[in-house]
Protein backbone atom coordinates (compact mmCIF):
# COMPACT_ATOMS: atom_id res chain seq x y z
CA UNK A 1 0.00 0.00 0.00
CA UNK A 2 1.11 3.83 -0.91
CA UNK A 3 2.47 5.24 2.15
CA UNK A 4 3.82 9.04 3.15
CA UNK A 5 7.36 8.79 4.22
CA UNK A 6 9.27 11.64 6.23
CA UNK A 7 13.02 12.32 6.26
CA UNK A 8 14.88 12.34 8.03
CA UNK A 9 13.53 10.57 11.16
CA UNK A 10 14.91 12.87 14.04
CA UNK A 11 16.44 16.18 13.77
CA UNK A 12 18.79 17.65 16.02
CA UNK A 13 19.48 21.71 15.66
CA UNK A 14 21.41 24.25 17.38
CA UNK A 15 18.76 27.33 17.87
CA UNK A 16 18.69 29.74 15.75
CA UNK A 17 19.56 27.68 12.65
CA UNK A 18 17.39 26.85 9.57
CA UNK A 19 16.01 23.41 9.20
CA UNK A 20 14.44 21.84 6.46
CA UNK A 21 12.15 18.79 6.71
CA UNK A 22 11.24 16.52 3.78
CA UNK A 23 8.15 14.33 3.18
CA UNK A 24 7.43 12.76 -0.27
CA UNK A 25 3.48 12.22 -0.45
CA UNK A 26 1.37 9.72 -1.99
CA UNK A 27 1.98 9.93 -5.73
CA UNK A 28 -1.75 10.52 -6.74
CA UNK A 29 -2.46 12.84 -4.00
CA UNK A 30 -2.98 16.19 -4.27
CA UNK A 31 -3.56 17.87 -0.81
CA UNK A 32 -0.68 18.29 1.56
CA UNK A 33 -0.74 18.85 4.73
CA UNK A 34 1.59 19.50 7.80
CA UNK A 35 1.20 18.83 11.40
CA UNK A 36 3.16 19.08 14.43
CA UNK A 37 2.66 17.45 18.02
CA UNK A 38 4.64 18.63 20.74
CA UNK A 39 5.13 16.26 23.64
CA UNK A 40 2.24 15.74 25.67
CA UNK A 41 0.02 17.74 23.65
CA UNK A 42 -2.26 17.36 21.03
CA UNK A 43 -1.95 16.49 17.36
CA UNK A 44 -2.12 20.50 15.60
CA UNK A 45 -2.59 21.85 12.39
CA UNK A 46 -0.01 23.68 10.56
CA UNK A 47 -0.73 24.31 6.89
CA UNK A 48 -2.43 22.73 3.53
CA UNK A 49 -1.75 22.96 0.15
CA UNK A 50 -3.12 22.64 -2.87
CA UNK A 51 -1.93 23.36 -6.32
CA UNK A 52 1.27 24.68 -5.87
CA UNK A 53 -0.03 27.47 -2.68
CA UNK A 54 -0.95 27.71 0.85
CA UNK A 55 -4.93 27.25 1.13
CA UNK A 56 -4.96 27.82 4.80
CA UNK A 57 -2.33 28.19 7.83
CA UNK A 58 -2.75 28.15 11.49
CA UNK A 59 -1.74 30.66 13.86
CA UNK A 60 1.32 28.75 14.63
CA UNK A 61 2.35 28.98 10.64
CA UNK A 62 4.12 32.64 11.50
CA UNK A 63 6.48 33.85 9.02
CA UNK A 64 9.77 31.56 9.91
CA UNK A 65 7.52 29.18 8.56
CA UNK A 66 7.37 28.66 4.53
CA UNK A 67 6.42 25.32 2.54
CA UNK A 68 7.14 23.93 -0.72
CA UNK A 69 6.90 21.62 -3.85
CA UNK A 70 10.13 21.82 -5.46
CA UNK A 71 9.32 18.96 -7.72
CA UNK A 72 7.00 16.46 -8.41
CA UNK A 73 7.52 14.82 -5.25
CA UNK A 74 9.03 16.49 -2.61
CA UNK A 75 6.86 18.27 -0.51
CA UNK A 76 8.84 20.43 2.06
CA UNK A 77 8.62 22.31 5.27
CA UNK A 78 11.20 24.94 6.51
CA UNK A 79 12.02 27.01 9.72
CA UNK A 80 14.05 30.03 8.32
CA UNK A 81 15.14 30.24 12.24
CA UNK A 82 14.69 27.75 14.99
CA UNK A 83 13.01 28.19 18.26
CA UNK A 84 13.20 26.04 21.34
CA UNK A 85 9.68 25.78 21.59
CA UNK A 86 9.98 24.49 18.07
CA UNK A 87 10.84 21.15 19.27
CA UNK A 88 8.21 18.51 18.65
CA UNK A 89 7.11 16.00 15.69
CA UNK A 90 6.12 16.66 13.08
CA UNK A 91 3.75 15.31 10.73
CA UNK A 92 2.99 15.25 6.84
CA UNK A 93 -0.04 14.20 5.51
CA UNK A 94 -1.61 14.31 1.91
CA UNK A 95 -5.32 13.00 0.39
CA UNK A 96 -6.29 12.62 -2.79
CA UNK A 97 -8.94 15.21 -2.70
CA UNK A 98 -10.17 17.54 -0.48
CA UNK A 99 -13.71 17.53 1.83
CA UNK A 100 -14.30 14.25 3.55
CA UNK A 101 -11.49 12.39 2.31
CA UNK A 102 -9.07 11.01 4.80
CA UNK A 103 -5.30 12.32 5.10
CA UNK A 104 -2.73 9.35 4.97
CA UNK A 105 0.16 10.55 7.42
CA UNK A 106 3.68 9.68 7.74
CA UNK A 107 5.59 8.51 10.60
CA UNK A 108 6.69 12.04 11.24
CA UNK A 109 10.06 13.99 11.71
CA UNK A 110 11.49 14.68 15.18
CA UNK A 111 12.74 18.18 15.47
CA UNK A 112 14.73 18.55 18.88
CA UNK A 113 15.91 22.18 19.07
CA UNK A 114 19.01 22.33 20.97
CA UNK B 1 -14.82 26.72 14.43
CA UNK B 2 -14.85 23.00 15.25
CA UNK B 3 -13.86 20.99 18.26
CA UNK B 4 -13.64 17.34 20.11
CA UNK B 5 -13.21 16.27 23.09
CA UNK B 6 -11.87 13.12 24.19
CA UNK B 7 -13.40 11.96 27.66
CA UNK B 8 -10.35 9.78 29.67
CA UNK B 9 -6.67 10.18 28.64
CA UNK B 10 -6.04 6.24 29.69
CA UNK B 11 -8.15 3.81 29.58
CA UNK B 12 -7.51 0.32 30.99
CA UNK B 13 -9.18 -2.70 29.74
CA UNK B 14 -9.13 -6.49 30.10
CA UNK B 15 -7.89 -8.22 26.81
CA UNK B 16 -11.39 -10.15 25.66
CA UNK B 17 -13.27 -6.72 26.79
CA UNK B 18 -15.20 -4.03 25.36
CA UNK B 19 -13.64 -1.30 24.18
CA UNK B 20 -15.56 1.80 24.76
CA UNK B 21 -13.40 5.25 23.68
CA UNK B 22 -15.60 8.33 23.69
CA UNK B 23 -15.45 11.79 21.44
CA UNK B 24 -17.88 14.47 21.19
CA UNK B 25 -17.76 16.89 18.29
CA UNK B 26 -18.33 20.76 18.10
CA UNK B 27 -19.41 21.70 14.55
CA UNK B 28 -21.36 24.41 13.22
CA UNK B 29 -21.18 22.83 10.06
CA UNK B 30 -21.91 18.79 9.25
CA UNK B 31 -19.15 17.52 10.33
CA UNK B 32 -16.72 15.14 8.75
CA UNK B 33 -14.91 13.05 11.89
CA UNK B 34 -12.44 10.15 11.30
CA UNK B 35 -10.40 7.95 14.33
CA UNK B 36 -6.64 7.96 14.00
CA UNK B 37 -4.39 5.27 15.74
CA UNK B 38 -0.75 6.21 17.07
CA UNK B 39 1.72 2.83 17.69
CA UNK B 40 4.82 4.03 19.54
CA UNK B 41 7.26 5.66 17.22
CA UNK B 42 4.60 5.49 14.54
CA UNK B 43 2.34 8.45 12.59
CA UNK B 44 -1.37 8.65 12.75
CA UNK B 45 -3.23 5.73 10.94
CA UNK B 46 -6.70 5.71 9.74
CA UNK B 47 -8.98 3.66 11.56
CA UNK B 48 -12.57 4.95 10.23
CA UNK B 49 -14.15 7.90 9.09
CA UNK B 50 -17.74 9.10 9.08
CA UNK B 51 -18.74 11.42 5.92
CA UNK B 52 -22.37 11.21 6.14
CA UNK B 53 -23.23 8.40 4.25
CA UNK B 54 -24.23 6.16 7.43
CA UNK B 55 -24.11 6.42 10.97
CA UNK B 56 -22.52 3.20 11.74
CA UNK B 57 -18.81 3.05 10.26
CA UNK B 58 -16.78 0.43 10.39
CA UNK B 59 -12.97 0.93 10.23
CA UNK B 60 -10.13 -2.08 10.48
CA UNK B 61 -8.64 -4.36 13.09
CA UNK B 62 -12.65 -4.49 14.46
CA UNK B 63 -13.29 -1.70 15.39
CA UNK B 64 -16.68 0.54 14.36
CA UNK B 65 -17.54 3.52 15.76
CA UNK B 66 -21.53 4.98 15.78
CA UNK B 67 -22.24 8.68 14.39
CA UNK B 68 -25.18 10.50 16.90
CA UNK B 69 -25.96 13.66 16.21
CA UNK B 70 -28.60 13.95 19.11
CA UNK B 71 -25.45 13.20 21.23
CA UNK B 72 -23.05 14.77 18.95
CA UNK B 73 -20.83 11.76 19.88
CA UNK B 74 -18.65 9.65 17.75
CA UNK B 75 -17.40 6.97 20.39
CA UNK B 76 -15.15 4.37 19.30
CA UNK B 77 -16.06 0.25 20.05
CA UNK B 78 -14.36 -2.67 19.63
CA UNK B 79 -16.39 -5.66 20.84
CA UNK B 80 -13.08 -7.61 22.10
CA UNK B 81 -10.13 -5.65 23.21
CA UNK B 82 -6.51 -7.59 21.64
CA UNK B 83 -3.02 -6.84 23.30
CA UNK B 84 -2.17 -5.65 20.12
CA UNK B 85 -5.10 -2.74 20.27
CA UNK B 86 -2.67 -1.19 22.79
CA UNK B 87 -1.80 2.26 21.00
CA UNK B 88 -3.16 5.65 21.58
CA UNK B 89 -6.50 7.17 19.61
CA UNK B 90 -7.08 10.16 18.33
CA UNK B 91 -10.27 11.67 17.57
CA UNK B 92 -10.72 14.57 14.34
CA UNK B 93 -13.03 16.61 12.72
CA UNK B 94 -12.77 17.98 9.94
CA UNK B 95 -15.33 20.51 7.81
CA UNK B 96 -14.94 22.11 4.27
CA UNK B 97 -13.04 24.77 3.76
CA UNK B 98 -12.85 27.22 1.46
CA UNK B 99 -9.40 26.20 0.26
CA UNK B 100 -11.02 22.70 -0.76
CA UNK B 101 -8.71 20.98 1.77
CA UNK B 102 -10.10 19.59 5.36
CA UNK B 103 -8.16 21.11 8.18
CA UNK B 104 -8.19 18.58 11.17
CA UNK B 105 -8.38 19.44 14.54
CA UNK B 106 -7.21 16.70 17.16
CA UNK B 107 -8.83 15.43 19.99
CA UNK B 108 -6.10 15.15 23.14
CA UNK B 109 -5.92 11.36 22.61
CA UNK B 110 -6.85 8.44 24.54
CA UNK B 111 -4.03 5.48 25.55
CA UNK B 112 -5.43 2.55 25.47
CA UNK B 113 -4.04 -0.25 27.94
CA UNK B 114 -4.93 -3.90 27.55
CA UNK B 115 -3.95 -6.03 30.04
CA UNK B 116 -3.88 -9.85 30.68
Known amino acids: EPEVTQTPSHQVTQMGQEVILRCVPI?????FYWYRQILGQKVEFLVSFYNNEISEKSEIFDDQFSVERPDGSNFTLKIRSTKLEDSAMYFC????????????FGDGTRLSIL | AQSVTQLGSHVSVSEGALVLLRCNYS??????LFWYVQYPNQGLQLLLK??????LVKGINGFEAEFKKSETSFHLTKPSAHMSDAAEYFC??????????????FGTGTQLKVEL
Open chain 2, 92 to 105: AVSGYTTGGGNKLT
Open chain 1, 93 to 104: ASSERGGNQPQH
Open chain 2, 27 to 32: SSVPPY
Open chain 1, 27 to 31: SNHLY
Open chain 2, 50 to 55: YTSAAT
